[in-house]
C-alpha cells in the first residue's frame, strides 16, 4: 500500500490512472459540449450577435463611413472657431463629388443635417455646383452659394462626423450635446430622453408594484386552495395569458374609450365619463392586467412547496394566524416575490405597443422613440444608443438587485 | 363518559367528518393521563392523524368534546393551546438558524432575552445539539433536524406534546436511537406525549399505552405487552407483531376453553376471547414464538402433523413455514439453540402448542 | 377597429425589423408586391389599378401596409433582401427615400413623357398619382349650427370644446398654428424659418395640447370622428369621403387645407423592377387612373386624365378651384431640411 501512495496510480496495463480517467472523461465532456453547442450558438447569433452590431451602430458614423477621409485630413489642424482655408473646401468638394457619383451625397447631407438643421438643402446645391467644377478655387463658389458655409458651427459638424466614431448618438441618449465649448445640455425645448427613461422606469416600478399587491393573495389562495379547484382558479388566472398582447391591448383601448362600456357605466352611476384612453391611467392599468401572471407565477410556484406544516407549526408555537403568515410564511416567498417582480419590471422596461395604443404623448416609454428613431427617421445610430442605454441601465439595475436580494435567492418554483 | 381525576386530556363523543357523508373518527372516546406517552397507532386512514390535528386544534370536531386540564377547548385557536407539536417533516422554518427557530416560540410569548437565551441553551443541550446554534435547518441531517424541531416542540415548556410520525424520514438506525432517547426525555421531563405512528414495533417501544385504530374508531386501548399477548380482536392480533391464522367454526364452549374445528381434521382447543355461540365463525390467533416443535406429551393440548416448506435462517432463530390443517403459511419461529432439531424442507414434523396460547376471536 | 390592429402590427413589425423578411416566393417573376397605406385610400387603389392590372396581365399582386416607415425598407436593403416592389409615397418620404438611396431614380421612357403630369409631381424616384390633403374634418351630427368652417376654429376650444384630432407630426400641425395665429399663407415658411416663428407655432399649438388627441395611421382619424373621441380632426381627405359614403354626416372644411401628393417608387434592390414599370406605366395611364377618384376623393396628376373625371365628384377633390382658394402648398425643401430637428422639438413638446 505504501508503494500505490507515493507512485502515481497506475491502473492494470501500466497507464497511469490519472491519464485513463481523463481519456474517458473526454467523451463524456465532448457529449456535455455537444448538447450545449446549438443553443450556444443560436444565443451568440442571435443575441450577442446583434446587440454588438447594435453596439457599433450607435457610436459609428455609418453614412459618412471613408466618404469624408479628405476633408477630415484637411481639417485635421483647423483651429475650430475661424472659417476653414481654400484647402478644407477643395477636400470637401472632391469628398462631395466622388459621393455624388456614387450617389452616396444625399446621406452625407442628411447625416450632417441631423446634427445641423437646414444642412440639407445647402449640401444639395453646392454639391451640384461643384460636381460641373474641374478644379477649384472652390471657397468662393461655396460662400457665393450660402452663407452658411462661413459658420464654423458647420464646420465643427462636418469635423466630427469626418471621424470614424462619433458620440452624438449617446450624447443625444442623456440629452446632451457637443458645443463650442465642449459638452452643454441640450436646450430645453429638445432634452426630452432623460424624461422618457425616468418615466419608463416610474411606469415599470408601479405596474410591478401593482401586479405584486394583485397578485400575491391570488397566488395565495391558488396555493391553499384544493387541487381542482386551485385548477380552476388557475385557468382564470392563465387566460389572458394565452390571450395574444395586441388583442388584451385593444381590448383595453375598447373599454377605456369615453364611449366605452366603461365609461357607459360611470355615465349611469354617477353621472359623468372620466378620460381613461390615451392616459397614464389607462397605460398603467393594462399594463398591470397583461403583467399579472408574470408576477403571479414565480410566487405561486414557490407557495407550491412550502408546506402547510410550517404555518401550523408556528400555530402550535404559540404564534397568531397574522404573526404566523408574517414571519413564517412571508418570508419564504420573498425568492418568488423577487423572481415575479424582476420578471415584470423588466418586461415592463419594453413596452412599446400597449403605450403606444391606450397610452397618450407623455406615457411612450423608451421602446417607442427606439422604433421611432428606426421607422420614420431612419437613423438607426440613434435608435441604437437608445437601446443600448436601456440594455446597460437594465443591467446596472439588475447587478443592483442581485446585490440587494440576491440572484441565487430567486426562484422560479 | 367518566372522567378520571389524573385524566389529562379527553375525548368525549368525539365524531369528525369532512365530507358530511362518512365519518373519519366515529364515536371516539379516549382519556389520557397526565405524564401518560399514549401512541395512536394504526393504517393510513384509520382516523388516527385526524384525532391528533383535532387535539392541536387544526380540525374542528364535528360532534363531541376535547378538554385539556379539565377545559373544553373545542373552539379554542391552536396558539392559544400550549401544546408543543412535532411534524411529521419536521416543519422546522428553513428562513431562520436553529437558535432562531427555537426562540420562535419564546419571542412569541415576550420572555426576556436573557431567559429566551438560557431556554434555548437547555434545550440545545439537551438533544445535544449546543454546537448546531447558527446553523439553518438545510445545514442539518435528518437526525439534526429532528432533534431541533423536538428541542423546539419543548423548548417552551409545554404540559402536551404532539408528534405526528416524527421518525418516519429516518433510516432504522437513527430511528431506533431516536425512539429511545425521546423516551428518555419523556421519563426525564415528565410531559405528556401523544405520538402518531403506523408503525407497531416503534409503538411498542416507546408507550405507556398505545390505541389501536381502525377504521375511524379504537379496536384496543392497552399497555404494550397486553396488546401483544391479549389482542382483544383479530385486526389488534394482525396489526401487532407476527399472527397465524385460522379460520373454523366454534364446536364447543365451556367456560375458559373451546373447542374449533379447522378443516375437516382439525379439532383445535382455544381460549375463547370474542367468539359468539357454538357454530359461530372464529378465527384462531397464534403467535409464531409459540409454537413447539416435537412437543412433549401432554405440555401442549393441541397437536399436529406438519409439513415444512420453506426454512429462512435469521440468526438468533430460523423461520420455519410449514402447512398444518391445509393451511399452507403457518410460521413457527424456531430458536436456533442447542437440542432444536435438524429441520429439512420437505420432511414431516409434530408441532404443538397451548390452549391458552391460542385465542378464538372475531371472524375476520 | 381594423386600423388598430394594422398601427399594432407594423409597431411589431419594426420591432423586429431586423429579424424577419418574408420567404422568398416560389415564382417571384408573376408576383408583384405593392406597399401603400393602407385602409380606403389601398381599397381605391385595389378597385383602379391592382384588379385590373392582375386580370389583364395574369400577375398576382400581393398588398402590404405601412404608415411611411423607411426604416423597413432601410433594414431589408441592408439585409439584401428587399421585397418590396413598388411602393407609394407621399412627397416627404419620396424625397427623403431618394436621398437616403433607397428609392430607384426612375426611367421616365419606361413610364411616359413627363411633360404630361403635374409639374410638382415629376421627381427623380417618384412619379405622381394623385393629389391628396389634409383637411379638417367634423361631426355635422355634433355641430348641427355654427360648424367650424375655417383652420381658426380648429384652435378655438372655447367656441368649440371637446377634444380634436392631428396628425403626431409636426409637419402640417406647424403651418396651421401660424395660419392660426394671423400669419398670411405666402409667408408661412418665412417665418417658420426662424427660431422665434418655431416659437410662435408651439406656442400656438400649447393652447389646445391638452385637447389634442393624436392619430399615426390615416384610418385612425375617421374612426376617432366616427366612435366620438374626438369632435373635429384633421384627416386625410379621402378617408373622409369614404366615411361618408358609409353613411356618416362628417363634413370638410377647406380652409387652408395642406396639398400633399402621392407618388408611385420602386425601392433600390427590387427583384421585380421590369414588372414594376410595367405596374407603373399601367397605373399612370390617364384612363386607368381617371378610375381613382370614382373610389376615393383624390385627384389625378396626369394632365389628361383630370378631364375625364366627373364633374360631379369633382367638387370633392382637393384640386377643385372653390376648394383651392385658400390653400397651402406644403414646402418640402423646407420640410428636408428641419424635419429632424423639428420633429425632435416636436416629440420633447409633446412628452413635457
Request: charged share 20%.
Amino acid at each position: 500500500m505504501a508503494v500505490a501512495e507515493t507512485l502515481p496510480s497506475l491502473t492494470i496495463d501500466g497507464v497511469p490512472l490519472k491519464v485513463k480517467l481523463a481519456r474517458a472523461e473526454r467523451s463524456r465532456k465532448l457529449k456535455a459540449v455537444g448538447l450545449v453547442l446549438p443553443l450556444f450558438a443560436f444565443v451568440v447569433l442571435t443575441f450577442l450577435y446583434p446587440i454588438v452590431v447594435l453596439a457599433q451602430k450607435s457610436i459609428l458614423n455609418e453614412e459618412t463611413i471613408g466618404r469624408l477621409t479628405r476633408t477630415n485630413e484637411a481639417l485635421a489642424n483647423w483651429d475650430g472657431v475661424s472659417v476653414p482655408d481654400e484647402a478644407a473646401f477643395a477636400a470637401l468638394a472632391v469628398d462631395l463629388k466622388q459621393a455624388q457619383e456614387r450617389r452616396e451625397a444625399s446621406e452625407i447631407a442628411k447625416r450632417i443635417n441631423s446634427e445641423f438643421s437646414g444642412a440639407m438643402s445647402r449640401f444639395k446645391s453646392v454639391t451640384r455646383k461643384v460636381a460641373d467644377m474641374e478644379s477649384g478655387p472652390y471657397k468662393e463658389v461655396f460662400l457665393s452659394s450660402d452663407e452658411i458655409w462661413s459658420d464654423p458651427a458647420l464646420w465643427r459638424v462636418i469635423r466630427s462626423v469626418s471621424n470614424t466614431y462619433t458620440p452624438y448618438y449617446w450624447l443625444t441618449a442623456v440629452d446632451l450635446r457637443q458645443g463650442a465649448e465642449g459638452l452643454e445640455r441640450a436646450p430645453a425645448g429638445e432634452a426630452i430622453f432623460l424624461d422618457v427613461y425616468a418615466r419608463t422606469f416610474w411606469i415599470a416600478g408601479v405596474v410591478t408594484v401593482l401586479t405584486l399587491i394583485l397578485g400575491f393573495p391570488v397566488a395565495y389562495l391558488l396555493a391553499t386552495q384544493p387541487a381542482h379547484r386551485a385548477n380552476i382558479l388557475m385557468i382564470f388566472v392563465m387566460l389572458p395569458f394565452w390571450t395574444s398582447l395586441l388583442v388584451r391591448t385593444t381590448a383595453w383601448f375598447v373599454l377605456l374609450r369615453s364611449e366605452g362600456p366603461l365609461n357607459d357605466l360611470a355615465e349611469m352611476i354617477v353621472n359623468n365619463r372620466f378620460e381613461m384612453i390615451f392616459t397614464r391611467f389607462g397605460t398603467i392599468v393594462a399594463m398591470t392586467h397583461i403583467q399579472l401572471p408574470f408576477t403571479l407565477l414565480p410566487i405561486y410556484s414557490v407557495m407550491k412547496t412550502i408546506p402547510p406544516s410550517h404555518v401550523r407549526a408556528a400555530r402550535s408555537l404559540g404564534a397568531g394566524p397574522f404573526h404566523a403568515f408574517w414571519k413564517v410564511y412571508f418570508p419564504q416567498t420573498v425568492p418568488g416575490i423577487a423572481a415575479g417582480c424582476l420578471l415584470t419590471f423588466i418586461l415592463c422596461l419594453g413596452y412599446y405597443i400597449t403605450p403606444a395604443l391606450v397610452g397618450g404623448p407623455r406615457d411612450q416609454m423608451v421602446s417607442y422613440y427606439v422604433a421611432y428613431y428606426m421607422n420614420n427617421v431612419i437613423n438607426f445610430g440613434q435608435a441604437a444608443a437608445l437601446g443600448m442605454m436601456l440594455l446597460i441601465i437594465t443591467m446596472v439595475l439588475y447587478w443592483a438587485y442581485n446585490r440587494l436580494v440576491g440572484i441565487d435567492k430567486m426562484k422560479l418554483g | 363518559m367518566s372522567t378520571s381525576a389524573n385524566s389529562f386530556v379527553n375525548f368525549i363523543d368525539v365524531q369528525k367528518s369532512y365530507d358530511g357523508e362518512t365519518l373519519v373518527v366515529k364515536d371516539l372516546n379516549l382519556s389520557i393521563r397526565r405524564g401518560e406517552f399514549l401512541t395512536l397507532l394504526g393504517p393510513s386512514g384509520s382516523g388516527k392523524t385526524t384525532t391528533l390535528m383535532m387535539l392541536a386544534g387544526f380540525e374542528v370536531p364535528t360532534h363531541g368534546r376535547i378538554e385539556l386540564d379539565g377545559r373544553e377547548i373545542n373552539n379554542l385557536a391552536p396558539h392559544k393551546r400550549n401544546i408543543g407539536m412535532v411534524f411529521q417533516n419536521y416543519a422546522l422554518f428553513p428562513h431562520m438558524t436553529v437558535e432562531e427557530n427555537l426562540g420562535f416560540p419564546l419571542a412569541v410569548r415576550k420572555l426576556p432575552k436573557a431567559e429566551i437565551d438560557a431556554k434555548i441553551d437547555r434545550a440545545l443541550a439537551m438533544v445535544q445539539l449546543s454546537q448546531m446554534r447558527k446553523r439553518r435547518p438545510a445545514q442539518l441531517s435528518g437526525g439534526q433536524q429532528q432533534r431541533v424541531a423536538l428541542a423546539r416542540a419543548l423548548v417552551f415548556d409545554p404540559k402536551l406534546v404532539l408528534m405526528d410520525e416524527p421518525l418516519g424520514a429516518l433510516d432504522k438506525q437513527l430511528r431506533e436511537h431516536m425512539q429511545i432517547e425521546i423516551k428518555h426525555i419523556h421519563q426525564s421531563l415528565g410531559v405528556t406525549v401523544v405520538y402518531v405512528t403506523h408503525d407497531q414495533s416503534e409503538a411498542l417501544t416507546m408507550s405507556d399505552r398505545v390505541a389501536v385504530f381502525n377504521d375511524g374508531a379504537i379496536q384496543q386501548l392497552a399497555t404494550p405487552a397486553d396488546l401483544y399477548e391479549r389482542p382483544q380482536n383479530s385486526f389488534v392480533a394482525q396489526f401487532i407483531g407476527e399472527n397465524n391464522r385460522l379460520s373454523g367454526v366454534v364446536t364447543e364452549l365451556n367456560g375458559s376453553h373451546c373447542r374449533v374445528k379447522v378443516g375437516e381434521a382439525g379439532d383445535i382447543r382455544a381460549l375463547p376471547v370474542g367468539i359468539g355461540n357454538v357454530g359461530a365463525r372464529t378465527t384462531l390467533s397464534l403467535r409464531p414464538e409459540r409454537v413447539r416443535i416435537n412437543p412433549t406429551n401432554g405440555a401442549c393440548a393441541n397437536q399436529f402433523e406438519a409439513r415444512v416448506e420453506e426454512l429462512i435462517y435469521l440468526g438468533d432463530h430460523t423461520r420455519a413455514r410449514v402447512q398444518v390443517l391445509g393451511h399452507a403459511n403457518f410460521v413457527v419461529k424456531v430458536p436456533n439453540a442447542e437440542g432444536v432439531p435438524d429441520l429439512k424442507p420437505g420432511s414431516t414434523i409434530r408441532i404443538g402448542w397451548r390452549t391458552e396460547d391460542c385465542r378464538a376471536l372475531d371472524a375476520f | 377597429m381594423k386600423h388598430l390592429f394594422t398601427l399594432a402590427v407594423s409597431g411589431l413589425a419594426a420591432a423586429t425589423a431586423f429579424g424577419v423578411a418574408d420567404v422568398p416566393k416560389a415564382s417571384a417573376q408573376d408576383q408583384l408586391t405593392i406597399v401603400s397605406w393602407g385602409g380606403a385610400y389601398q381599397e381605391s387603389q385595389r378597385k383602379a389599378y391592382y384588379e385590373p392590372y392582375m386580370k389583364e396581365k395574369g400577375v398576382k399582386i400581393v398588398e402590404e401596409e405601412y404608415d411611411g416607415e423607411l426604416g423597413k425598407l432601410q433594414a431589408m436593403k441592408d439585409a439584401g433582401n428587399v421585397t418590396w416592389d413598388v411602393l407609394d409615397v407621399d412627397m416627404a418620404h419620396a424625397i427623403a427615400g431618394c436621398d437616403e438611396g433607397l428609392l430607384e431614380e426612375l426611367d421616365y421612357s419606361r413610364i411616359g413623357p413627363k411633360e404630361k403630369f403635374l409639374p410638382d409631381t415629376v421627381l427623380d424616384c417618384a412619379i405622381g398619382s394623385i393629389a391628396y390633403s389634409t383637411i379638417l374634418a367634423y361631426d355635422a351630427d355634433v355641430y348641427k349650427e355654427n360648424p367650424p368652417v375655417a383652420i381658426m376654429d380648429l384652435f378655438d376650444t372655447a367656441k368649440y370644446p371637446g377634444k380634436r384630432g392631428l396628425l403626431k407630426k409636426p409637419f402640417g400641425n406647424l403651418e396651421w398654428a401660424l395660419i392660426a395665429d394671423g400669419v398670411s399663407r405666402e409667408e408661412v415658411y418665412d417665418v417658420l424659418g426662424t427660431p422665434e416663428g418655431v416659437e410662435r407655432a408651439f406656442k400656438k399649438l400649447d393652447t389646445i395640447k391638452k385637447d389634442v388627441v393624436w392619430w399615426e395611421a390615416g384610418a385612425q382619424a375617421p374612426e376617432l370622428l366616427a366612435n366620438g373621441e374626438v369632435v373635429m380632426t384633421s384627416a386625410w381627405n379621402g378617408r373622409i369621403g369614404n366615411a361618408v359614403k358609409e353613411g356618416k354626416n362628417f363634413k370638410v372644411v377647406w380652409d387652408h387645407q395642406e396639398l400633399d401628393w402621392d407618388l408611385w417608387s420602386i425601392p433600390v434592390g427590387t427583384k421585380n423592377i421590369d414588372l414594376a414599370y410595367d405596374f407603373i406605366k399601367f397605373a399612370s395611364d390617364p384612363k386607368n387612373m381617371s378610375q381613382q377618384s370614382k373610389y376615393i376623393d383624390y385627384a389625378p396628376t396626369h394632365v389628361d386624365a383630370i378631364g375625364l373625371i366627373d364633374p360631379e365628384i369633382a367638387r370633392n377633390l382637393p384640386t377643385y378651384p372653390e376648394n383651392m382658394k385658400t390653400a397651402i402648398s406644403l414646402d418640402w425643401v423646407f420640410w428636408a431640411d428641419n424635419n429632424e430637428e423639428l420633429t425632435k422639438r416636436f416629440n420633447a413638446w409633446l412628452a413635457q
